[in-house]
Structures are given as structure tokens and as C-alpha cells.
């Protein structure tokens, strides 16, 4: 079995774990996007697409959270098996577009699709916000250049 | 009485064959979240995609807000934007009437 092993700084993502968890109860009840229309008319094939979603996103972020564990709290290393990977990818997905609805309401779109983004300009909250965003960005990023090697 | 609605019966269904028979696209919409990379590896689980495609694809997306990604019948269409959605893009199915 693969295992991908990613090195983290406890100091910094511990407290920002901590921050998570509104957005991640959140997660539990609502979908990380606003569903699509399907079928005006088929409120039955809206409301098993709904459930389903959020069956899929429940489980993903359940499995993201099991990362950050007491060995990972002891070794600052995440572990992701090869066979978890999508699921971790979706739910880091999810995260960060609910991050993005609840932390970051100040900051415009161009500043997230940018380079030019101006960090220092943020308050401590935007600030706190925009770290777990990127953190869960490098994390994606990481995963699947491995899975792509 | 009867017969009458015995005869609007094959209206209703010719109806529905119809638009189960027509091609539906499946079009993925811009979002300012989530990786290129991630939109690229979703693309090519999703779809089978090869990379070249793929990225193309992205940078559909990416520069004009939205790439079709698929066309074809209505109930693989629905799959396709369903899991899609699973993987949290943006999908929407629209009715391809040149067809």
C-alpha cells in the first residue's frame, strides 16, 4: 500500500485546525457549492442529488479530519494512503470553498485567482482565514503531484 | 371522455422520448477557488481525458468561464454533472439544439 507523507509545521496548522471547525460542521449540513438546477420539475431527483452530495462530502471530510490525529499531532506528519487520496483532494476542495464563503467574505476574486495578492493588507481574521486556505491549497497541490509521478 | 385522454397518453410520452433523445452538454463554469491542477486531474478521472485534453479544457474554463465538456443523451449527461458536482465544480447541463 502507497503512503504519501507530508511534513507539517504543529506550531502553525494545529491553531488553524482549530478555526476549522465551525466551517467543518457547516460542511455536515450543506453542500460545498450551491446545487445546480437538474430539473425544475423533479423536486424528487433534486432532493436525491442533495442527499447524495452531501452523503459523498460528509464522508470526504470525515476522512480529511482523521489526518490530523494524535500521531500527527505527535509527529507533525500527515499520512495519506494512495486508496484515501481522491477523497482527502474532494474534501480539501470542499474546505476551501466554504473558507472561502465564511472567512474570506472580504476578499474579491481577482485576489484569490491573483498574484499580486496584498496579505499584509488583510485583518487578523482574513488573515487567520486566507492561511488554511492556502495551507489546504499546498496540500492538494502536493497530492497530486504525487499521484500524477 | 375517455378516449380523449386515451389519446393524449402517446402526446405525453412521444414528449418525453423526445427529450430523453435529445443531446444535452455538459458545461463546466468557472470558479475562483478551486487549482487549475485540481480542475485538470478531476477532468481526467471524470472523463478519461489525456492530459493535452484535459488542460485544454481548463483553460477553457479558466479564460472564458466555461468549457463543454461532454455532450450526448440526457441520463449520462445527469451522471457526468452529478459527479462533477461530487468533486466540486461547477456543472450545469444545457439542451443542445443544434441536435
Known amino acids: 500500500m502507497t503512503t504519501i507523507e507530508i511534513g507539517l509545521n ?17 460542511l455536515e449540513h450543506e453542500a ?11 423536486e424528487e431527483l433534486a432532493d436525491i442529488w442533495r442527499n447524495g452530495l452531501l452523503h459523498t462530502q460528509t464522508d470526504d471530510c470525515s476522512t480529511l479530519m482523521s489526518l490530523f490525529d494524535d500521531r500527527f499531532r505527535e509527529s507533525g506528519i500527515v499520512r495519506i494512503e494512495v486508496e484515501q ?12 470553498l466554504k473558507v472561502r464563503e465564511t ?30 486556505y492556502m495551507l489546504f491549497a499546498t496540500l492538494q497541490e502536493v497530492i497530486i503531484q504525487h499521484l500524477d509521478q | 371522455m375517455p378516449l380523449m385522454s386515451g389519446t393524449a397518453v402517446p402526446e405525453i410520452e412521444t414528449s418525453r422520448e423526445t427529450e430523453l433523445e435529445s443531446i444535452w452538454k455538459v458545461v463546466v463554469l468557472n470558479d475562483p477557488v478551486n487549482l487549475m491542477s485540481y480542475v485538470v486531474l478531476v477532468f481526467k478521472k471524470v472523463f478519461g481525458f489525456n492530459d493535452t485534453r484535459a488542460r485544454k479544457h481548463m ?33 450545469i447541463l444545457e439542451k443542445d439544439d443544434h441536435h
Open chain 1, 10 to 26: 504543529r506550531e502553525v496548522v494545529l491553531p488553524l485546525l482549530d478555526i476549522l471547525h465551525p466551517v467543518m460542521e457547516r
Open chain 1, 85 to 96: 487520496a481522491d477523497r482527502v483532494l474532494r474534501a480539501l476542495s470542499a474546505v476551501r
Open chain 1, 32 to 42: 460545498a457549492l450551491a446545487l445546480p438546477v437538474v430539473d425544475d420539475d423533479d
Open chain 1, 103 to 132: 472567512l474570506l467574505t472580504h476578499v474579491p476574486d481577482s485576489a484569490l485567482e491573483g498574484t499580486d495578492f496584498d496579505f499584509a493588507g488583510l485583518t487578523d481574521p482574513d488573515r487567520t482565514g486566507f492561511a488554511v
Open chain 2, 59 to 91: 483553460l477553457e474554463v479558466h479564460e472564458q468561464g466555461r468549457s463543454v465538456v461532454w455532450s450526448g443523451p440526457r441520463e449520462r449527461a445527469e451522471t457526468y454533472a452529478y459527479t462533477l458536482q461530487e468533486w466540486h465544480l461547477t456543472a
